[in-house]
T-cell receptor, first 114, second 113 residues
Framework: EAQVTQNPRYLITVTGKKLTVTCSQNMNHEYMSWYRQDPGLGLRQIYY???????DKGDVPEGYKVSRKEKRNFPLILESPSPNQTSLYFC?????????????FGSGTRLTVV | GEDVEQSLFLSVREGDSSVINCTYT??????LYWYKQEPGAGLQLLTY?????DMKQDQRLTVLLNKKDKHLSLRIADTQTGDSAIYFC?????????????FGTGTRLTIIP
């Protein structure tokens, strides 16, 4: 089944403890992206990647890192999480990041930083 | 700049039509999308419309685009309880080869039995 898989689904952590949220897609998509969803704000793009070893900042990149060493994986790294990073996170992928390709979203990771 | 706006809530009686509205500001949008998010789930692409189209119909879904007013709407005919969800409007803009999606705040659709 074609899908985007995120892990974990739920995570509670303490301020300052490094964490990684994994994202993997099995569709050979070139384009991958991370979003965070907050009430009243919709989804905001954190980082995106056009292909392996090509990443760039979205609208809200502060406090996040990403890497794209392989085409299928695009992990989101929080080196020193803070409470304002408590949010619902979505990974998405697209064949080439073009509108006509559409985007496939993962099921989300709900992160709580205390 | 990019800004996509939607009303936060809509309640509709089962069997009636639902109309969810969205306005956007960037006239260079290439595609406009409607996504559906059910509780505890990710976003599911419902439909999209290319910016040079006025209307697109897909079974119970009708998308209308008024490019002059930068207004997009999604009409769901014969609304069912399974249509309860949050609906996100999104526009895509190509900037230096990156096609970025900008989402609205989402409209929570509630079906009244």
């Amino acid at each position: 089944e074609a899908q985007v898989t995120q892990n974990p689904r739920y995570l509670i952590t303490v301020t300052g403890k490094k964490l990684t949220v994994t994202c993997s897609q099995n569709m050979n998509h070139e384009y991958m992206s991370w979003y965070r969803q907050d009430p009243g704000l919709g989804l905001r793009q954190i980082y995106y990647s056009m292909n392996v070893e090509v990443t760039d900042k979205g609208d809200v990149p502060e406090g996040y890192k990403v890497s794209r060493k392989e085409k299928r994986n695009f992990p989101l790294i929080l080196e020193s999480p803070s409470p304002n990073q408590t949010s619902l996170y979505f990974c998405a992928s697209s064949l080439r990041g073009r509108g006509s390709d559409g985007y496939t979203f993962g099921s989300g990771t709900r992160l709580t930083v205390v | 700049g990019e800004d996509v706006e939607q009303s936060l809530f809509l309640s509709v009686r089962e069997g009636d039509s639902s109309v969810i509205n969205c306005t956007y500001t960037d006239s260079s949008s290439t595609y406009l999308y409607w996504y559906k998010q059910e509780p505890g789930a990710g976003l599911q692409l419902l439909t999209y419309i290319f910016s040079n189209m006025d209307m697109k119909q897909d079974q119970r879904l009708t998308v209308l685009l008024n490019k002059k007013d930068k207004h997009l709407s999604l009409r769901i005919a014969d609304t069912q309880t399974g249509d309860s969800a949050i609906y996100f409007c999104a526009e895509s803009i190509t900037n230096f080869g990156n096609e970025k999606l900008t989402f609205g705040t989402g409209t929570r659709l509630t079906i009244i039995p």
